[in-house]
């Protein structure tokens, strides 16, 4: 049991003997030879010196947090938003900031509990993987007058009438000036303006797709009162923001009275045609640069690389007749009460039909879910111009269909990837559809969702368009793009009634392909399975795994 060193039993005994800190304790023989009442037994076993009795303070241990990787190849992200401010208290596993890296947005969360000490970021701005960038106090405290700057003031129930009995006289008073004004002027009174309260940077909760939103209208989200859960920002909230800003009152402009005018003719909003908006309109061609969101930086970057694939364009026009009375079948079969369950697709659409059929195709065709590998040479396997001849290039074989879907969101093209899907039926690939649509849609999809894929299936007649060319991405050797399903008549094709005119329902498919290793012939034959089954889609019974 050790005595603080302002105890006199221990600084009595020391001071009388030796000083030498070098000495054994038992070598002190003055100090235990008569020992005061008062010391106790344990002192007289130990006696320390008075220097090893002193208070130090608490080690405050800052930790920087750095970085980690969150996907192949990514060197740096951008900062969507933060979920903390410097003074606030983490947990361990608690949100830190959003970041969003090759068009999929993560949550970063804390590995440490403790105080927020930096941000090295702010929103929107560039973090490199592998850096720190947010510090964290592991063994602090969050402090009080933190917690308060942290918390908005709660307004109180007094607040609304006092602000509404200043209101008040400033009304009354309109008058009184505009009795004031001379006949022979025209004055402008602005409206006073409608002030928000800015909000912090950091404690904004909001989706991309709402982010994205704000960049296209121009609006600062720290502006924008949420209305969501946890105060999160939602896209409603940006239209009546915008809403409430163009219908703010417009200046009050008092014309001269004259005789022919009736009293208290006031016109509101009115202005000449030359306005500068209608100005900018009438005048020189302006360019003005605008930047590149993430989205647009990573198909830029994609497209770029794709440049140096020798496309080719394959198109074959397909019967969806059948397809449509089966998909009415079925879409009737999970409407009724006894086949509809939880976790599965309440309705079908024609794409996951095409996804397995092209699943189907790929295992006669596996060329097709290959990729090209030229390690050390310059892309296209010629000599890297000092005479040595590049490496050759290999494809290498996929086992699983890992199929891409092109999905049109509010952050612009995203291709979220079906993973595996030669071991899923047709309820699987809708679930998967739904799942990844939904993820895009709030711009939550993860990397994983976005890697992996090993060919493309472009749905662009959703939107519209009969044909098209689809791009080859880098790592694949094909895609298929599909086209607006449309009704046409069509001679039938039933023996016997080969002059008869019937209605079918056609769509086209467009495949673009890799040059270097898939010939025309290949692709055709492989283009030919998916129509075979997707004309006859009784067919995918007989190779349900």
Not at 170 to 181: D, G, K
Not at 223 to 231: F, N, P
Not at 296 to 310: A, D, N
Request: one cysteine or more; glycine letters at 8%; charged letters at 20%.
């Amino acid at each position: 049991m050790f005595l603080k060193h302002s105890s006199r039993a221990v600084r009595r005994p020391w001071h009388g003997g030796s000083r030498a800190l070098g000495q054994p304790l038992a070598a002190n023989a003055g100090i235990h030879r008569s020992p005061p009442a008062a010391v106790s037994p344990q002192c007289q076993l130990f006696h320390p010196p008075r220097a090893l009795f002193h208070a130090t303070r608490n080690l405050q241990v800052v930790k920087p947090v750095l970085l980690a990787d969150i996907g192949e190849g990514i060197v740096e992200c951008e900062i969507i938003q933060w979920f903390v401010e410097p003074g606030a208290r983490v947990e361990e596993f608690s949100p830190l900031c959003e970041v969003q890296s090759d068009k999929a947005s993560v949550e970063i969360t804390s590995r440490f509990a403790g105080v927020v000490k930096k941000l090295h970021y702010d929103a929107g701005e560039m973090a490199k993987v592998g850096k720190p960038f947010v510090d964290i106090d592991i063994e602090g405290g969050a402090k009080a007058e933190d917690l308060e700057v942290l918390t908005p003031a709660q307004p109180t129930p007094n607040s609304a009438p006092t602000a509404k009995s200043e209101a008040v006289p400033a009304q009354t008073t309109a008058p009184e000036l505009r009795s004031a004004v001379p006949a022979s002027t025209v004055e402008a009174v602005p409206a006073p303006p409608d002030v928000p309260e800015r909000k912090s940077t950091h404690a904004t909760f909001a989706t991309p797709a709402v982010r994205h939103l704000c960049k296209e209208l121009n609006v600062d989200i720290s502006q924008v009162a949420g209305t969501g859960k946890d105060g999160r920002v939602l896209k409603e909230d940006i239209y009546k923001y915008t809403q409430n800003q163009s219908s703010a009152p417009a200046p009050i402009v008092q014309h001269a009275q004259t005789p022919a005018s009736p009293a208290g003719n006031v016109a509101f909003g009115a202005g000449p045609l030359s306005s500068p908006e209608l100005l900018g309109t009438l005048g020189p061609q302006k360019e003005t640069p605008m930047v590149m969101t993430k989205t647009q930086e990573m198909m830029f970057k994609t497209m770029t690389r794709s440049l140096s694939i020798p496309h080719f364009l394959y198109a074959d026009e397909v019967d969806f007749t059948s397809l449509v009375e089966l998909r009415r079948r079925l879409n009737k079969v999970l409407a009724s009460p006894v086949m509809g369950g939880d976790g599965q697709a309440s309705k079908l659409s024609y794409l996951p039909f095409i996804i397995k059929a092209v699943s189907m195709a790929l295992y006669k065709y596996p060329i097709l879910n290959t990729r090209v590998e030229v390690n050390g040479s310059n892309g296209n396997g010629n000599s890297n111009g000092n005479g040595s001849t590049a490496p050759k290039p290999t494809l290498v074989l996929r086992s699983q269909h890992n199929i891409g879907v092109a999905m049109d969101t509010p952050q612009g093209l995203l291709v979220p990837v079906i993973k595996n899907v030669g071991s899923l039926n047709i309820l699987g690939i809708a679930a998967e559809l739904n799942r990844l649509q939904s993820l895009a849609v709030a711009g939550k999809l993860s990397p994983q969702d976005m890697s992996g894929g090993t060919i493309t299936v472009s749905n662009i007649g959703s939107i519209g368009g009969t044909y098209l060319s689809p791009v080859v991405v880098e790592k694949e050797v094909a895609i298929l793009g599909v086209g607006r399903m449309r009704t046409v008549p069509a001679f039938s094709t039933v023996p016997g009634e080969e002059d008869k005119v019937v209605r079918k329902e056609v769509c086209n498919f467009s495949w673009s392909a890799d040059h270097r290793v898939v010939d025309g012939a290949t692709l055709a034959r492989a283009a030919d399975v998916v129509r075979a089954i997707v004309e006859e889609p009784d067919v995918m019974v007989m190779h349900l795994r």
